[in-house]
């Protein structure tokens, strides 16, 4: 048995145990990293918008946000992702995996206004574990993550998709 025989079925032994481990995770609530931008400022905003390339006057002028409807300076939609990042990859591994972006689809509640505390809840949806045409093992967990405001109110929700394949290296198993 050569050393390559014997590094794959350790990979394949770490892969297996982390799709134990991940599909247990299904349902739960998931911290992978602490949540930032909690706090909806206007530099935080402006940052936001500016590294977003969308200078829109209703994110980056108070005095034209003041005479809106809002009366105030308000967030992008997209800015919920400098709160938290909606992707979960299921369970802290060992095992060489490369993580690739199914899919990201977000629905929007209300306006982020500056001032707003923003906090976000993520949970495991869903992991599957699939064989592509090839024999490689592709492994999908889906995760929601809700966005409150500090009046517990729905402020948005992602669901996303992260497909995780082998990898040894640069190549995908």
Known sequence: MSKTDIDLREIDAQIDA??????????????????????????????????????????????YAARSAFGKLQAPPTFLVSNLYPILHGAPMKAPLASLIG?????????????????????????????????RRLNFVTSDITYYDQDDQL?????????????????LM
Request: proline content about 5%; hydrophobic content about 30%; charged content about 30%.
């Open 103 to 135: 899919g990201v689809e977000y629905e929007w509640f209300k306006p982020i206004s500056v001032g707003d505390r923003l906090r976000p809840e993520a949970r495991q949806k869903d992991f599957q574990e699939k064989r592509n045409k090839q024999g």
């Open 18 to 63: 982390w799709v134990e481990k991940t599909s247990r995770m299904t349902g739960n609530v998931c911290q992978e990293r602490q949540p930032w931008n909690n706090v909806v400022t206007a530099d935080a905003i402006r940052h936001f918008a500016y590294g977003t390339d969308d200078d829109n006057p209703l994110w980056t002028d108070p005095d």
């Open 155 to 171: 402020v948005g929700r992602a669901t996303c998709t992260m497909i995780m394949a082998a990898q040894i290296g640069t190549q």
